[in-house]
């Protein structure tokens, strides 16, 4: 099957921008996660969705930064009024619960470059 | 908080020798997850090994497999038979199952070059 899905593949914004970032999980998956990965600061975790649960927003760097996940399935990370700072890959993963094996997959990621 | 920490930067091998990765972690739980990602200039990150810390023996997949030592906070990986694929960036990371969040915590990497 398909798996984890991103995009764009690479975004280019002008500071001050919003942009959208959007993932779409492994068909069945109820668990979705967005990651950070930057040269400062290494992967970072960002907020975690588990099926109709409320979402742990507590990886989030700042108030400019949101996700929603509708349907259960995709989910789009928005980054209002970009900074040069929030240059770097934003990474979704997506995993089953339920089960024992806890194992995330991600997805190419999209490389956010703001200028 | 749990901290994942990759002490090489950078290892190289050669081509159908053998290479170990290290990767220590700290925590105070006794139930979790440790996985060994890699990432290629490609940048999609790819699964490649799994620990469950309730269990004693090792995890091997092929030509991957890891050193657990729970005592010792120390979870290494060996990579046999290298091969000029296997050349990647390789992620620790640590997993606190049962929590709020099953979020991964990622060391920093070691870069690995495979020399033909």
């Known amino acids: 099957g398909a798996g984890v899905s991103q995009s764009p593949s690479n975004k280019v914004t002008e500071k001050g921008k919003d942009v959208e970032l959007r993932c779409d999980p492994i068909s069945g998956h109820t668990a979705l996660y967005w990651y950070r990965q930057s040269l400062g600061q290494g992967l970072e975790f960002l907020i975690y969705?588990?099926?109709?649960?409320?979402?742990?927003k507590s990886g989030l760097p700042s108030d400019r930064f949101s996700a929603e996940r509708t349907g259960g399935s995709v989910s789009t990370l928005t980054i209002q009024r970009t900074q040069q700072e929030d240059s770097a890959v934003y990474l979704c993963a997506s995993s089953l619960t339920g089960t024992t094996s806890y194992e995330q997959y991600f997805g190419p990621g999209t490389r956010l470059t703001v200028t | 908080a749990q901290t994942v920490t990759q002490s090489q930067p950078e290892m190289s091998v050669q081509e159908a020798e053998t290479v170990t990765l290290s990767c220590t972690y700290d925590?105070?739980?006794?139930?979790?997850?440790l996985f060994w990602y890699k990432q290629p200039p490609s940048r999609q990150m790819i699964l490649v090994i799994r620990q469950e810390a309730y269990k004693q023996q090792n995890a091997t997949e092929n030509r991957f497999s890891v050193n657990f030592q729970k005592a010792a906070k120390s979870f290494s990986l060996k990579i046999s038979d290298s091969q000029l694929g296997d050349a990647a960036m390789y992620f620790c990371a640590y997993l606190n199952y049962g929590g709020a969040t099953n979020k991964l915590i990622f060391g920093t990497g070691t870069l690995l070059a495979v020399q033909p």
């Open positions: 969705f588990q099926g109709n649960s409320a979402p742990d």
């Open positions: 925590t105070s739980e006794s139930d979790y997850y």
